[in-house]
Nanobody
Framework: QLQLVESGGGLVQPGGSLRLSCLAS????????IGWFRQAPGKGREAVSC????????LYADSVKGRFTISRDNAKNTVYLQMNNLKPEDTAVYYC??????????????????WGQGTQVTVSS
């Protein structure tokens, strides 16, 4: 059974950093795109970043470029989202999601069938 579990959220001051983890079980990362999404109160879900490891592809939303970095650890079957220089507008519930991929494409706009439960990130002084 395919499962995704996020962790690493919390409260941080503006300018601070957090690293989110997405632990995958029931499948290996090689044939899947993993995306990070966020949803702030009263707003729609936003694609933040995604990685297609088989194709060496990482993509970022303009709002996080230069501040967030997505990476993966095959041995741990885990995808990370390193978030630096956090801003209050980054406050949201962050979700990771997975979709099977067989060719390179824009994984930010993919439809993801598998989702984790989310982890809260709050940026506030």
């Amino acid at each position: 059974q395919l499962q995704l579990v996020e962790s690493g959220g919390g409260l941080v001051q503006p300018g601070g950093s957090l690293r989110l983890s997405c632990l995958a079980s029931g499948f290996t990362l090689d044939d899947y795109a993993i995306g990070w999404f966020r949803q702030a109160p009263g707003k729609g879900r936003e694609a933040v970043s995604c990685i297609m490891s088989n194709y060496g592809t990482t993509l970022y939303a303009d709002s996080v470029k230069g501040r967030f970095t997505i990476s993966r650890d095959n041995a741990k079957n885990t995808v990370y989202l390193q978030m630096n220089n956090l801003k209050p507008e980054d406050t949201a519930v962050y979700y990771c999601a997975a979709v099977s991929v067989h060719f390179p494409r824009n994984c930010l706009s993919d439809k993801y069938p598998y989702w984790g439960q989310g982890t809260q990130v709050t940026v506030s002084s």
